[in-house]
């Protein structure tokens, strides 16, 4: 049987110079997953707006359920405005407030949640109280807990995400997100240093550090497997990190060997940096 993933968090428009095209790290996630085989579900807000029904006819295009994506009255489906003249170094202005910021809970999600095999999240989708409020009650099922830290100043606090750290099983974080995590914590930025400080403080199994074009990492208890990745003809790195997470959740839950695992979500997250836009369309025969 395939797993059960549940996402939380954003679904919205990157609003590239070229025209807007669907986005948002949960959503890329689920998509990903889903075109791996997984069952995966998001649990995100729209409005009740074109914006939001073009979206919805986005995901059913991918054959994706949508049963806990919630359509907000009141507030606007998300866009961000994204400036890609350095296709290595994408920048995105975030507009607030949006649908998903007030994700409300519901007996449905507690449910999928609670019967799910790996439950994804991030910081930007908590930016609002409302939406943050839900996810710490999600977080109780013992499921395993994967934070994807997806840091967008300035919509993050450190004071949540040690909150968040303290439900982590899994986390996965970018070259720069660690620094950002060492200057909070006022300790050397080198990956052992950071990696061993979240590790003594914070009940996690794994750390997982992506590294863009140089590859990534997974620090487990001390030990540290690297992954030089793969090098490919970039098209844009919008939603690479997130096929990277893709790849590592269906190969974790697979039980493979952890370089199996890191080798895998490589190769995603450089079949994702080779096309245009977070979501293109494959065969996992193609990876």
Not at 176 to 183: Q, R, V, Y
Request: net charge negative.
């Amino acid at each position: 049987m395939p797993h059960n993933v549940v996402i939380f968090g954003e679904m919205l428009w990157d609003c590239l110079p070229s025209g807007p095209v669907p986005g948002g790290a949960p959503m890329n996630v689920t998509l990903n997953l889903h075109q791996l085989g997984l069952n995966s579900r998001l649990i995100s807000s729209i409005g009740n707006d074109a914006d939001g029904q073009n979206l919805l006819a986005f995901l059913h295009t991918f054959d994706l359920p949508v049963e806990f994506i919630q359509i907000n009255q009141e507030q606007e489906t998300s866009k961000v405005l994204v400036n890609d003249d350095d296709p290595e170094n994408i920048k995105y202005t975030i507009v607030s407030p949006v649908a998903w910021d007030f994700i409300h809970w519901n007996p449905e999600i507690d449910k999928a949640v609670a019967s799910a095999d790996a439950f994804v999240f991030g910081t930007l989708g908590v930016r609002n109280s409302e939406s943050l409020t839900t996810l710490l009650r999600l977080l109780h099922h013992k499921t395993i807990r994967i934070f994807d830290a997806n840091l967008r100043p300035p919509f993050y606090d450190f004071e949540i995400i040690e909150t968040l750290l303290g439900f982590t099983d899994i986390l996965k974080i970018n070259e720069d997100e660690l620094e950002i995590f060492a200057d909070y914590f006022n300790i050397d930025s080198g990956v052992n240093s950071v990696c061993a400080h979240l590790d003594q403080h914070y009940p996690m199994d794994l750390i997982c550090v992506t590294q863009g074009s140089k590859g990534a990492m997974i620090y487990n208890k001390g030990k540290i497997i690297t992954h030089e990745g793969y090098k490919v003809q970039v098209a844009d790195t919008i939603g690479a990190g997130d096929a990277f997470l893709s790849g590592f959740i269906k190969t974790y839950l697979e039980k493979q060997p952890l370089d199996q695992v890191l080798d895998f979500a490589c190769k995603l997250g450089a079949f994702v940096a080779s096309k245009k836009g977070g979501t293109p369309r494959y065969e996992i025969t193609e990876i």
